[in-house]
């Protein structure tokens, strides 16, 4: 069922104007689509904020009414008060109804309803390579209980994550996601050599999910201009994609197609996509078959097989721009040349993979 269908039926049962046979097969799909839970709360708390505020739009034109036909009372001064303070302040209805409009919209905003930039859990999964976390969690108890056994001690190794990240220009800076290396004490990014580079946050946007880093090592040497380009305009649906990321420790390809031009529940800032992806995959580039990068990967939701989000490459761009200059060693410039066009798609994965790196999050 579409979304805007679905509101209209809630519509209806919560005006009482459904028949008792409708009312029932609301109630019973509801219970069987437990993923609508949200969105029905969210309408039910849009129309309960709405509702106030047109209460209280018509308690205020009652009150001006009333001061106009009050002369001479002086039981009712504060009425006449109330109308002379507007009066100053030249306040009318249509004021008042815009600034109640702007107040409920921009609270609605603010706790998501439209954008859902704070994902609700339980739909929702960040992904994080944890499961590498776990693995070695486990490896480091089982040494020391062997050390303890044993009567030996030995230095652990730090507990470390893994996910995906790609080059922005040639001369170290990277994108990933914000979630990958949120707390993190040190970043190191490895290419598809196996080679490890210390790299630098310089930049990190919560709300649109996207870090920017730059490869702070000696150890560094610039690469050739990257070999894609970064599609500012809006991708169609059905378009064919794909990406590379690490969910292990070794590059794996994916494909699919563009399937919605909105995010998890309606999210403006990013596209869903049709590809699997599983923890590691955040940070992800997602191309076209012209090479041309159209997001970045941010999550799935749970449940659903292949419903993915890719943050839209317009946002990178909107964030690259907001970066303090005195944080960066000379601009961003983003590569307008794109060489990857004209080729088959496994030569475009060999070009790629220079520039894709592992980010690792001690």
């Not at 739909?123 to 480091?140: F, H, T």
């Not at 946007?205 to 702070?216: E, N, R, T, V």
Request: hydrophobic share 35%; proline share 3%; with cysteine.
């Amino acid at each position: 069922m579409r979304r805007q269908d679905f509101l209209d039926w809630a519509d209806q049962y919560m005006r009482g104007e459904l028949s008792k046979e409708d009312q029932i097969a609301f109630e019973e799909y509801c219970k069987e689509h437990p993923e609508i839970t949200v969105l029905l709360e969210e309408h039910t708390s849009f129309l309960k904020l709405w509702k106030d505020t047109e209460e209280r739009k018509a308690l205020r034109l009652a009150l001006a009414k009333e001061g106009k036909n009050i002369k001479s009372n002086s039981s009712l001064f504060s009425s006449q008060k109330i109308l002379s303070l507007w009066s100053r302040l030249q306040i009318n209805a249509a004021v008042a109804a815009t600034v109640a409009l702007v107040s409920v919209f921009s609270t609605l905003w603010l706790t998501g309803y439209f954008t859902n930039i704070k994902k609700a859990t339980t739909d929702y999964s960040a992904l994080r390579r944890e499961m590498n976390s776990v693995k070695r969690n486990v490896n480091e108890q089982n040494k020391v209980i062997r050390d303890i056994n044993n009567n030996k001690t030995k230095n652990t190794t730090p507990i470390h994550f893994g996910a995906t990240g790609f080059m922005l220009t040639k001369d170290g800076y990277v994108v990933t996601n914000n979630h990958v290396i949120n707390g993190a004490d040190s970043v190191h990014l490895q290419n598809s050599k196996g080679q490890s580079f210390r790299a630098k946050i310089v930049y990190s946007d919560a709300i649109k999910d996207l870090a920017i880093l730059h490869i702070d090592d000696t150890g560094f040497k610039p690469l050739k201009n990257v070999p894609y380009t970064f599609k500012k305009q809006k991708s169609e649906l059905g378009e064919d994609i794909y990406t590379i990321g690490f969910p292990r420790d070794e590059a794996v390809y994916g494909q699919g197609y563009l399937s919605s031009n909105t995010g998890y529940v309606g999210d403006t800032i990013a596209y869903q996509i049709s590809i699997p992806v599983n923890p590691g995959n955040s940070g992800g580039p997602v191309l076209d078959n012209q090479g041309n990068i159209i997001g970045i990967i941010s999550g799935k939701q749970k449940g659903i097989d292949g419903a993915a989000f890719a943050i839209k490459t317009k946002e990178l761009i909107e964030t690259l721009n907001r970066i303090p200059a005195d944080s960066l060693k000379g601009n961003i410039v983003l590569n307008n040349k794109n060489t990857l066009a004209n080729l088959p798609r496994t030569e475009q994965i060999k070009k790629l993979q220079d520039y894709i790196y592992i980010v690792k999050v001690f």
